[in-house]
């Protein structure tokens, strides 16, 4: 297997991989697939900002891509990155997603970042992916319940991260827990604290105000349902 950037070239087959999880899978929120020239676009514009987009090659078919972005587009989020892992159906149980994240370790520590964020879509249902982000040293750090809705079904999504400076990810490797409030080790960015900010009940809008889970379970299924594959 070589891991290498991608290319052009390399897009309709990143599109192959792609589009099945769009049209069939719960684990992308986007409903369209995206075709050849809309994911040579998306490599494009990932490329030029120097971020990383690798594929996994074997007997000379791309079986698999990684890339890695920066979390948002605000200046202060510029050392985090929020990775995107596929791999074809094919090819999946061979270690390609593990050696895929691996490396794009690396390259996005080359890039200037010094923490991952993966953003798991259908938290419950996509089992793989999370097992796949914990045993490359991710841990949970959040869950938002209910934002999306696909083929009729509330969907969850889960955040995970993971420090790109040896010290932290050999901590959160081992499994060892983090108060909010303490330092993360020094990386190029320096000291980052996270103090816990206070919560203002006034400011809060009144959740009695809200459509309640069931009700938005309804409207979503009723919206929508699942393509035939």
């Known amino acids: ?15 192959a991989i792609y589009g099945p999880e769009v049209l069939h899978g719960t684990a992308s929120f986007e409903t369209e697939a995206p075709d050849a020239a809309e994911m040579a676009a998306r490599l494009a514009r990932v490329q030029s900002h120097g971020w990383p987009w690798l594929v996994a090659e074997v007997d000379g078919a791309v079986l698999g891509y990684a890339y ?8 202060a989020y510029a050392h985090t990155a929020e990775n995107s892992v596929y791999v074809a ?6 270690g390609i997603g593990l050696a895929l994240l691996e490396a794009l ?6 890039a200037g970042f010094e923490q991952m964020i993966a953003v798991v879509g259908d938290a419950a249902g996509n089992t793989a992916s999370l097992a796949l982000h914990t ?3 991710f841990r949970p750090v959040g869950r ?3 934002v999306g ?11 995970l991260q993971r420090s790109l400076c040896a010290a932290y990810s050999a901590s959160s490797r081992s499994g060892s827990s983090r108060t909010p409030d303490q330092v993360m080790p020094q990386c190029r960015c320096g000291p980052v604290t996270r103090p816990v900010a206070p919560i203002d009940p006034m400011a809060s809008p009144a959740l009695s105000t809200c459509p309640s889970r069931t009700s938005m379970r309804e ?5 929508e349902t699942r393509p035939k594959p």
Do not use: H
């Open 1 to 15: 297997m070589q891991i290498r950037p991608a290319t052009a070239a390399d897009a309709p087959a990143l599109a």
């Open 68 to 75: 890695a972005s920066q979390f948002r587009d605000r200046p």
């Open 135 to 137: 045993r490359a040293g």
């Open 89 to 94: 159906a094919s090819a999946r149980g061979r």
């Open 219 to 223: 409207r979503c299924r009723n919206a």
């Open 105 to 110: 370790f690396t390259a996005a520590k080359a």
């Open 149 to 159: 809705c696909k083929f009729g079904q509330l969907l969850d999504v889960a955040y």
């Open 144 to 146: 938002l319940e209910g």
